[in-house]
């Protein structure tokens, strides 16, 4: 962090390529550049097999490039171990999932709490902060039941909730909507969308066009690299 | 720029993640637990058994004695005359560590409960002679009267083996049993407590050597003679047993010790034990298999919820420390 136009970057990547190894090699990523300013809220779209999934696992330092450079919130993730990498994620980045990925024999709460549960940060005041993201997301009355007796909806929400309790430099969202039906899709991108305007930077992975639309940045990827980059904010 | 280290998972956060895994596997941490009890307890068992079969064992060697020695004539092919010299019972007498030694001679007569019983019914018991100190020598027990002494050895009176009092149907001496013995009567002194180490005293009727040769005009040359030794000298003594009964021709003598028949037992015994310990270690083995097999299945399963810590940041010594700590939840 050593300029003002880099402190305001969140996510970095720089010639970004990712080669499966096998009897034909596959390039899921060829060459991507993205800034990511803090406080954006953007769309990554593109068919199946484009290379969104990878893009979002790099991002997300779940996975590593095989070339090229992932900078998040000012930490260059190629210089880090594995275990710093864990404490990066712990700190830095929220995930949502397509198929939500609740622990079925928690509560609400308790998967919530979950999200702060490798920050070290004490379980009294996860719990309290669980409960306010909790009531942030709308599920005030749900807290006590357990995951697998919510809603898909409902489960989504406890899924962004546990992604934002710990006030992460970006939420990273893989389909957040795929499982879910229209009007309960609306509601989450409703959701994000509020979110965001709280000065959380989001990051929505998805392959519906018309829900893309609604995001101001939209990255348009095909066949590994970014086809069009559009509403870029500087 | 603050430095990246991950945070130490709290014990009870980590006791909590464990727990929850088990929680929400029942059956299967249940049956995991039920295998594993089973298993040991079958081991176990199977120790615990034959070491106390051992002990019994050891236990009764102790109170028999193993320093009972069997003298008798050889009946095998080629093994003579089948008769040991009148002399053998005081020559083995001589070897200075023999405490005792007493010999029996068979009588060529039948007994019978009465003179009324057909002669064919002998019931198998044998009748013989014995030394006034055969009872002593096999450390044996009257379950009632007294055994043979100096006066008795000189009149018609008997002592009963337990199966030989069985059989003739005589429990007590109360009415003062007679036996028709040798076609006479001889009355009964004394019964026997079964003899371990002495089965064919069991079926037999004693006589006194005296009254053998009065009354039935017997006077065998003994056939076997028992010898009790000083524990610590009993190989010593067997090999000079031989040639000490019977100088002219020791190769027509049968040595034996009769505890050796309860240890070979007892050594197809450990054979036994140490097949069911194998059985049980190769069932503890697959079973264990088995077991981890389901462990690998369980991570398997549930990689989703590795793949989902590892996104909430946990570090794979973290991921690696609640699978490992869950069985002891």
Known sequence: MTSPTAAAKVLELSDVRKVYPGATPVHALRGIELDVVRGELMAVVGPSGSGKSTLLHIMGTLDRPTSGEVTVDGHVASRLTDRQLSALRAGQIGFVFQSFHLLNGETALENVADGLLYTGVASTLRNNLANEALDRVGLSHRKHHLASKLSGGEMQRVAVARAIVGRPAIVLADEPTGNLDTATSDDIVRLLEELNGEGITMIVITHNRDMAELFPRRIMMRDGTIERDLGRSA | ?329
């Open chain 2, 1 to 329: 720029m603050n430095t990246l280290r991950p945070a130490r998972l709290a014990f009870s956060d980590l006791a909590r993640t464990s727990a929850a895994g088990l929680r929400s596997r029942k059956l299967r941490a249940a049956l995991s637990a039920l295998g594993i009890m089973i298993g040991i307890a079958a081991v176990v068992g199977v120790l615990g058994l034959s070491q106390s079969s051992k002990s019994d064992l050891l236990e009764q060697l102790d109170r028999l004695g193993t320093n009972l020695l069997t003298v008798q004539a050889g009946t095998g092919i080629g093994a003579g005359s089948g008769e040991l010299p009148d002399s053998a019972t005081a020559m083995i007498g001589r070897i200075n560590p023999v405490e005792a030694s007493a010999a029996v001679r068979d009588v060529d007569a039948n007994v019978y409960k009465s003179d009324l019983i057909p002669s064919t019914q002998s019931g198998g018991i044998s009748v013989k002679a014995a030394d006034t100190d055969l009872l002593e020598t096999l450390g044996g027990d009257l379950a009632d009267g007294r055994f043979l002494d100096e006066a008795a050895s000189n009149y018609p009176t008997a002592v009963l083996g337990a199966v030989a009092a069985e059989r003739l149907g005589i429990a007590s001496l109360d009415a003062a049993p007679l036996v028709w013995l040798g076609d006479q009567w001889f009355a009964v002194v004394g019964i026997l407590e079964p003899l371990a180490l002495a089965s064919d005293i069991d079926r037999s009727a004693l006589v006194g050597q005296q009254a053998a040769a009065d009354y039935l005009g017997s006077e065998e040359a003994p056939s076997k003679i028992f010898v009790r030794t000083d524990p610590a000298f009993v190989d010593d003594v067997l090999a000079v047993l031989g040639a000490t009964a019977s100088p002219e021709n020791p190769e027509e003598v049968e040595v034996a010790r009769p505890t050796d028949a309860l240890e070979a037992r007892e050594a197809a015994d450990d054979t036994l034990t140490l097949l069911f310990l194998g059985l049980g270690g190769v069932a503890l083995l697959v079973g264990g298999v088995g077991i981890a097999n389901v462990m690998v299945i369980s991570v398997l399963e549930r990689r989703a919820e590795i793949g989902l810590r590892r996104a909430l940041g946990a570090t794979r010594r973290q991921i690696g420390t609640q699978f490992l700590t869950e069985p002891y939840c």
